[in-house]
């Protein structure tokens, strides 16, 4: 079983930091080195990697987005260079991060990413995929932030936002470009429980919230619910605060008991 803590969280995006913000010739051969592992190694979800141009195949999965809050302003003020360092030894700490929680991850987008978590028992499963939001942001403000203060550089913010349902897995483009784009309400209103999250807020929708038999973790937003109107009907579509910190002193169990499997390996007993 192995061990992951926000200290090893630190160490991957100090790391990343560092080597991507060496010139030398060392920098270079990892560079390369790196290039070579990642073309076999692209984010995405297996079981949608055999997908042809135009085919879609359809999954009930928690989408999650993590995201760098307010750092648009960053981008205004500091070095290109050592903003995007930054984001990539960031965002290279929230890929390892779903990935040890049983997650995908399945794409970039700009300074967030962007996983899914295929259910094996679907409360466990829906646990795991708060437990790598809460992880994730309680890495960077107890074990990044101080690093960044004592480098100079201006602390980091973050968010999350996810929910549950069906999502459709779709091939598009044509034979020589395409991508698997992913296309769901769940995943849409996970982006958008994100762009409501303030900073420090992990935001869920009521399909996440409803897997879970315990609510004492969820408040009702103040902007809840969302309502969707067509043809003079209106429904409803609640959405909640996690109270995230709660979560995160029983989250390095949960890892090592996991042991890096994908969520949807675990079976109920």
């Known amino acids: 079983m192995t061990d992951y803590s926000k200290e090893h969280f630190g160490a991957t995006v100090r790391e990343n930091f560092t080597?991507?913000?060496d010139?030398?010739?060392?920098?270079?051969?990892?560079?390369l080195s790196a290039r070579t592992h990642l073309e076999t190694r692209s984010l995405g979800h297996p079981d949608f990697e055999d997908l042809e141009v135009g085919s879609k195949r359809s999954a009930d999965m928690i989408a999650v987005?993590?995201?760098?809050?307010?750092?648009?302003?960053?981008?205004?003020?500091?070095?290109?260079?050592?903003?995007?360092?930054?984001?990539?030894a960031v965002l290279s700490g929230f890929i390892e991060t779903v990935s040890k929680f049983g997650g995908y991850p399945?794409?970039?987008r700009g300074d967030g990413l962007f996983a899914g978590f295929t259910p094996g028992p679907k409360d466990f499963t829906a646990v795991m995929a708060l437990g790598a939001c809460a992880f994730a942001l309680d890495a960077i403000e107890r074990e990044v932030n101080p690093w960044l203060e004592s480098q100079g550089l201006a602390r980091l913010q973050a968010r999350a936002g996810l929910d549950f349902g069906p999502i459709t897995f779709i091939r598009t483009g044509s034979a020589h470009?395409?991508?698997?784009?992913p296309i769901g309400f769940a995943a849409n209103f996970a982006a958008k429980c994100e762009k409501i999250a303030n900073s420090w807020e992990v935001v869920a929708g009521q399909g996440l919230v409803g897997l879970l038999p315990d609510e004492r973790h969820f408040l009702e937003h103040e902007r809840s619910p969302k309502r969707y109107t067509r043809d003079h009907e209106t429904r409803s579509y609640k959405f909640f605060?996690?109270?995230?910190?709660?979560?995160v002193p029983h989250l390095p169990g949960v890892i090592r008991a996991l042991d890096g499997s994908p969520t949807s390996e675990v079976k109920t007993c």
């Open 19 to 21: 080597i991507r913000q």
């Open 65 to 88: 987005f993590l995201d760098l809050s307010n750092f648009t302003g960053r981008t205004f003020w500091d070095d290109p260079d050592v903003t995007a360092d930054l984001a990539d």
């Open 177 to 181: 470009n395409n991508e698997i784009n």
């Open 241 to 247: 605060q996690c109270r995230w910190r709660g979560i």
């Open 106 to 108: 399945l794409g970039l």
């Open 23 to 31: 010139r030398s010739a060392a920098f270079e051969h990892a560079q």
